[in-house]
Structures are given as structure tokens and as C-alpha cells.
């Protein structure tokens, strides 16, 4: 029942027509981080690129773009709204009044950046989810698509992957593990070095992992 529901969430949520995109907004915002112990961040559907970088700021660009040439699409774009919030050392980031179901054509395109040093806990509901750079704890999660992290080795202690349905790919150390089937499939290595904990997280989809 599980595996029939996902599939159906996917088959709803990320079917998009192959045309032309119309980008119809855009979102920049630059925000503190100085007393921030964690990020979290929350999106419904899309492509999600989430990168460590030097500064001290977290930047974040979302673009929106249109699939489908209609009003309705163009109408939905308006109500989303970017929100963020602190509160007890989270920064949490979050899209909402995101359109039910197929989304009239709307895709989200988001791209963070953030102190490599900090821990992140990234959610997307459905699409692709790239993660990289990061030094502290990462745990990411995928509804239904893909979820790709690039983690620097020396960083890393262990890694756990999860998938519902689908597969889930580690390349660390020279050394290549995988798991799929259509039972929950789990990859849990804990020969690392480094300090920080990777837990990886996709109902139906693909995770793939590389500590390089």
C-alpha cells in the first residue's frame, strides 16, 4: 500500500510537459547566520541545489518557472511565498502556499548556500535534491526523485541511507556499495574518520552518495 501510494504521488506531483520554461519570478534573499547552530530548509517540489560555501551568509535564489502556457500557472506563482524564521539557533527556510497536485506547470528551481560548517537538514517533497561540501552533520529526504550528496571524506564518520522503493549508491574509500529492490533497503557505513553523521532519506527515487 505504501509503494502504491508514492507511486501515485509521483505520477501526480512531478509529471511536467516537455516545453519551453517561462521563468515567472524570482526570490534573492542574503541572511545572517552568525548565531545560527543549524539550517533547515523545506520545499515542496522542484530542483534543489544546496552548497557550502565560505561566508558566513546564507544566500538564497529561487526561481519559478511555468511549464505550461496558462494563467492559472502564472496565477500560482503569485501566492508562493518564501518564509523564513529563527528560533533557539535554527534558521529554518521554507516555500508555502506551494499549488496542490500537478502544480499547474509550476517548478520550482532553489539554490542555497551556506557555512560549510554548519549542520543541514534539507526536506524536498518531489524532484532532485543536490547536496554538497558540507563539513557538520548533514540528514537529507526526498519524498519521491533523487537525492545526490557530494561530502567531503575527511569530514564524514557515518552514512545511512534509506529507500522505500528504488536504490542507494555509497562511494567512499576506493569502495563502491549499493542496495535497491523493492523492499525498504538500507546502506548504513561507519568506517569514516571525519566527526559528522550522514543520514539519507527517499521514498521512491535514488540516493546517491559520494565522500571524495
Known sequence: MRKSILILAAALLWTIPATAAE??????????????????????????????????????????????????CREAAQKVRLVYSTDDGELHVEIKSWPKLSGNGLEAHVHVQAPRELPVDADLGVGELHLAGFTGNVKANVGVGELHLTLPASAVSSVHADTGVGEASLTAGGRHYESAGLFTKELHWTKGTGASKVSADCGVGEIEVRLQ
Not at 25 to 33: A, I, V
Not at 36 to 41: G, K, P, S, Y
Open 23 to 72: 521563468t515567472v519570478r524570482t526570490f534573492s534573499k542574503q541572511l545572517p547566520t552568525e548565531d545560527i547552530r543549524r539550517v533547515d530548509l523545506d520545499f515542496p517540489v522542484g530542483e534543489i541545489a544546496v552548497d557550502a560555501w565560505d561566508s558566513q551568509r546564507l544566500q538564497l535564489d529561487v526561481r519559478l518557472e511555468c511549464h505550461r502556457d496558462s494563467d492559472s
